[in-house]
């Protein structure tokens, strides 16, 4: 055995008595992120501008906060110099972000709020978790995450949060986790992102899959539950439409759209036609069931060549029904791939494994 093959043995067997450890850090409340493929890109742990009181001007990107007081992030407000306030406050950071990759998803991490908030991202509402006053409904073991579209990032200067929050019991404010921004990287190779803003209504009706007019819908961010951004009690049907155009260098390649879950069924359209399905909705809402797997399924649905545009916009429609709980197109990769590429990232992702087996591949056994 030469002195290179025992250094690789020792450096093995010394890093195993540390998998106990990892394993514990790993299952912590920000770290599993790690596993999923996240990166944090900024680190926006440290010092916010702090200031009690409600005011929604205070979400605007230009608006003057030199005044304001500072707290640490991640700390609960009552150790950081406002004992014993229950009620309302707003925190506003900065950061600078030379530029955004293709084809990634952006998440703005803030771990755990006590009780509930209210986000923003230059002025643009990302989400929410919990209810305000006067129907108060607390979300303190709630982790934040919240998907920042692309469209919405200034690449060439600064990006302003701004975070309202209320608490009404006991320690409050931004608590607990790694804030920060990050980038979500399953090492796919997209050729065409879906992830950002789409058309969004409550309700259902057929026709909607077809070349409607959508103006008056709502806008709503995917991937991400409907519930925190604006559709608390919404249970039900729902639609998301979106036009896309795709590029003619495609046009002799096999397509795949792609949705990693979405809760909990959904029939797909494309250009009017149906294109997947996951989960039974019958004729009939009344008689539809809901099993609790089809929330964690794949979607990955063929696109057939004919049914394709490749001179003009093409109309996805998805139809979803969700039942008790958390509802929508709920996480990233979205969009659209070859092929091939969709088997390789397929076969990858099957071999994934466990932690365990992660950190042992990492280790080289």
């Known amino acids: 055995m030469n002195n290179n093959s025992h250094s690789k043995i020792v450096w093995q067997k010394s890093l195993l008595l540390l998998i106990p450890v990892l394993m514990i850090m790993f299952a912590s409340s920000d770290l599993p992120a790690l596993e999923r493929g996240m990166k944090r890109i900024v680190n926006l742990n440290g010092r916010w501008k702090f200031e009690i009181g409600d005011n929604p001007r205070w979400a605007d990107p230009k608006f003057d906060d030199n005044s304001w007081e500072e707290i640490y992030v991640p700390s609960s407000w009552e150790d950081e110099g406002f004992p014993g306030y ?27 709020i006590d009780d509930v908030d ?52 006991g320690l409050g404010g931004i608590k607990r ?3 920060g921004i990050y980038m979500y990287d399953p090492k796919i190779e997209l050729d065409i992102n879906l992830s950002g803003i789409w058309k969004f209504k409550p309700g259902d009706d057929l026709s909607w899959k077809n070349d409607i007019d959508d103006s008056d819908w709502d806008k709503i ?8 951004q604006g559709y608390p009690d919404l249970a039900g049907f ?6 896309i155009t795709i590029d003619r260098k495609h046009k002799n390649e096999h397509l795949i759209l792609l ?7 959904d029939q797909t359209y494309v250009n009017g036609q149906l294109v997947g399905h996951t989960g039974n909705i019958p004729d009939n809402p009344n ?19 004919e049914l394709l545009k490749f001179d ?34 397929k076969k990858r992702r099957e071999r994934g494994g466990s932690l365990w087996e992660v950190i042992l591949q990492e280790l080289g056994f």
């Open 259 to 265: 949705f990693d879950k979405i809760d909990d069924m």
């Open 238 to 243: 729902a639609w998301y439409r979106k036009k």
């Open 177 to 179: 986790g790694s804030a």
């Open 118 to 169: 209210e986000t923003y991202f230059n002025g643009h509402y990302l989400g929410s978790s919990g209810v305000f006053p006067p129907d108060f409904v607390t979300a303190a073991a709630i982790f934040r995450r919240y998907v920042i579209p692309e469209e919405y990032f200034n690449p060439k200067g600064k990006n302003e949060i701004a975070v309202r929050v209320y608490d009404g019991l």
């Open 221 to 228: 961010i995917v991937p991400g539950y409907w519930e925190s």
């Open 86 to 112: 229950d009620g309302f406050a707003w925190y506003r950071t900065s950061f600078e972000l030379d530029r955004i990759e293709e084809n990634k998803t952006y998440y703005l991490y803030l771990g755990t």
């Open 287 to 305: 008689e539809i069931v809901t099993n609790t797997t089809d929330a964690a399924e794949l979607r990955a649905y063929y696109l057939p060549k």
């Open 312 to 345: 003009g916009e093409n109309q996805i429609a998805v139809r979803v029904f969700d039942g008790p709980e958390h509802g929508g197109i709920k996480e990233a990769p979205v969009g659209i791939m070859t092929r091939d590429k969709y088997l390789e990232w």
